[in-house]
């Protein structure tokens, strides 16, 4: 069966501070075993495990996030990306090809690398190795997949009037576990007159419209850096 494809590694070396906005970053190697799915507890035999190496976009991200910051110390997440983007769309083609050339060879270093680690497997290993994919593969994918999302600034989802109503009243509970407060809040929901409630399905309203305007934004945002893959098969957009 076909494993994984390379997965986003440089979301680590960027920690919570970056984002990944170039794709194509990982590849098969000839073992029918994917060294993207190689789980932490089986990588933890070999010492000196290396990372994926960060792409070209990346590493220049990575550099230029920390100034970003600096001059935008309010500023969110993903205006300081929209700004790098920017930054790196208009770099110079003699610059980025010193971004380029870095991660064309640490890459090599990389395959090379996981190519000698692999050959150290027994069999029993590759069995085992094996299970723990397809047990995990599922689960791994969509927690990078969040992590991903969280790191490129795309927008929350609109929130229901009731959610909204108990975000705001759970704070105020004071007393109890948090399912005792909980279900006292449910109970206060249930209690509200319909003008009451009004109030929350507004505001609701309101939110589903903030979360319309922020991801237009945000998807014309991932077509300008490439990643059209994020948009949403309803929605296109030109690339400016």
């Given at each position: 069966?076909?494993?994984?494809?390379?997965?986003?590694?440089?979301?680590?070396?960027?920690?919570?501070?970056?984002?990944?906005?170039?794709?194509?970053?990982?590849?098969?190697l000839?073992?029918?075993?994917?060294?993207a799915?190689?789980?932490?507890?089986f990588?933890?035999?070999?010492?000196?495990?290396?990372?994926?190496?960060?792409?070209?976009?990346?590493?220049?991200?990575?550099e230029?996030?920390?100034?970003?910051?600096?001059?935008?110390?309010?500023?969110?997440?993903?205006?300081?990306?929209?700004?790098?983007?920017?930054?790196?769309?208009?770099?110079?083609?003699?610059?980025?090809?010193?971004?380029?050339?870095?991660?064309?060879?640490?890459?090599?270093?990389?395959?090379?690398?996981?190519?000698?680690?692999?050959e150290?497997?027994?069999?029993?290993?590759?069995?085992?190795?094996?299970?723990?994919?397809?047990?995990?593969?599922?689960?791994?994918?969509?927690?990078?997949?969040?992590?991903?999302?969280?790191m490129?600034?795309?927008?929350?989802?609109?929130?229901?009037?009731?959610?909204?109503?108990?975000?705001?009243?759970?704070?105020?509970?004071?007393?109890?576990?948090?399912q005792?407060?909980?279900?006292?809040?449910?109970?206060?929901?249930?209690?509200?007159?319909?003008?009451?409630?009004?109030?929350?399905?507004?505001?609701?309203?309101?939110?589903?419209?903030?979360?319309?305007?922020?991801?237009?934004?945000?998807?014309?945002?991932?077509?300008?850096?490439?990643?059209?893959?994020?948009?949403?098969?309803?929605?296109?957009?030109?690339?400016?």
């Amino acid at each position: 069966m076909a494993l994984l494809r390379g997965v986003w590694g440089v979301l680590s070396a960027l920690g919570k501070s970056g984002a990944d906005l170039c794709a194509g970053c990982g590849s098969r190697l000839r073992s029918p075993l994917s060294f993207a799915n190689v789980p932490r507890w089986f990588s933890s035999n070999f010492i000196g495990y290396p990372k994926k190496p960060m792409t070209s976009y990346v590493r220049f991200s990575k550099e230029q996030l920390p100034i970003f910051k600096a001059q935008n110390p309010d500023a969110k997440n993903s205006e300081l990306i929209k700004k790098i983007a920017e930054l790196w769309r208009e770099l110079p083609d003699a610059e980025k090809k010193i971004y380029e050339d870095a991660y064309r060879t640490d890459w090599q270093a990389y395959k090379e690398e996981i190519n000698r680690i692999q050959e150290q497997l027994t069999p029993s290993q590759i069995v085992s190795l094996e299970k723990e994919i397809m047990q995990k593969r599922l689960k791994k994918k969509a927690l990078i997949k969040k992590r991903e999302l969280t790191m490129l600034g795309k927008p929350k989802r609109p929130r229901s009037a009731y959610n909204i109503f108990i975000a705001e009243r759970f704070q105020e509970a004071k007393d109890g576990t948090s399912q005792v407060k909980l279900k006292a809040v449910n109970e206060s929901w249930k209690n509200l007159s319909s003008s009451q409630k009004q109030v929350y399905i507004q505001l609701a309203k309101d939110d589903k419209v903030r979360y319309y305007n922020e991801m237009k934004s945000w998807e014309e945002q991932m077509v300008e850096v490439g990643r059209d893959d994020l948009v949403r098969r309803s929605v296109k957009y030109t690339a400016k």
